[in-house]
């Protein structure tokens, strides 16, 4: 089956620990993206791949980084700079660089860091 | 990307249309209209997206008024697994991004 898979979908950290969530996606989609999202909120865009070697931030990309080696992964390092990293984070893909295209996204990765 | 606003909330009767409006007064011309939709603790399904026409698929129908200011997605016959929040989002494609508000929790009843 094609799709995006997140893991794990619950994570538990120590605060000033750096954890890195794992994004795969098997559609062949050049374009990927992280999104964040607090209770009760949308989804905020923290960073976004057009193309393997090449990212841009996004809206609060502060205190996370990322890479994109290979066209099908795609991880996010929460660092241990982001000062409210407790979130639902969410990883989509689409199939070109457009917005016409839409995104798929994972299932989700529960981080809470006490 | 043009701002929307939604209602925050609304509900209908299982088997019945549901019409959830969408407000994009400052849309601009290249502008898309997007729908998702967020069941809980779940990654956002992509909907539909229209510019100009009215669109239509197997899970809904998108009406965009004819200033292009405001449309409606209307789920024909809604089942209780409809009950999610809704998301309308309008931009340009430029750079691939989409600001997600906070949607209309649209709620089925039996």
């Known amino acids: 089956d094609g799709g995006i898979t997140q893991s794990p979908k619950y994570l538990f950290r120590k605060e000033g620990q750096n954890v890195t969530l794992s994004c795969e996606q098997n559609?062949?989609?050049?374009?990927m993206y992280w999104y964040r999202q607090d209770p009760g909120q949308g989804l905020r865009l923290i960073y976004y791949?057009?193309?393997?070697?090449?990212?841009q931030k996004g809206d609060i990309a502060e205190g996370y980084s990322v890479s994109r080696e290979k066209k099908e992964s795609f991880p996010l390092t929460v660092t241990s700079a982001q000062k409210n990293p407790t979130a639902f984070y969410l990883c989509?893909?689409?199939?070109?660089?457009?917005?016409?295209?839409?995104?798929?996204f994972g299932p989700g990765t529960r981080l809470t860091v006490t | 990307d043009a701002k929307t606003t939604q209602p925050t909330s609304m509900d209908c009767a299982e088997g019945r249309a549901a019409n959830l409006p969408c407000n994009h007064s400052?849309?601009?011309?290249?502008?898309?209209v997007y729908w998702y939709r967020q069941i809980h603790s779940q990654g956002p399904q992509y909907i539909i997206h229209?510019?100009?026409n009215n669109e239509t698929n197997e899970m809904a129908s998108l009406i965009i008024t004819e200033d292009r200011k405001s449309s409606t997605l209307i789920l024909p016959h809604a089942t209780l697994r409809d009950t999610a929040v809704y998301y309308c989002?309008?931009?340009?494609?430029?750079?691939?991004?989409?600001?997600f508000g906070k949607g209309i929790t649209l709620s089925v009843r039996p």
């Open positions: 989509a893909s689409s199939m070109g660089r457009a917005a016409i295209y839409e995104q798929y």
């Open positions: 559609l062949n989609h050049d374009a």
């Open positions: 791949s057009q193309i393997v070697n090449d990212f």
């Open positions: 400052t849309i601009s011309g290249n502008e898309y």
């Open positions: 229209g510019l100009k």
């Open positions: 989002i309008s931009g340009t494609g430029a750079n691939s991004k989409l600001t």
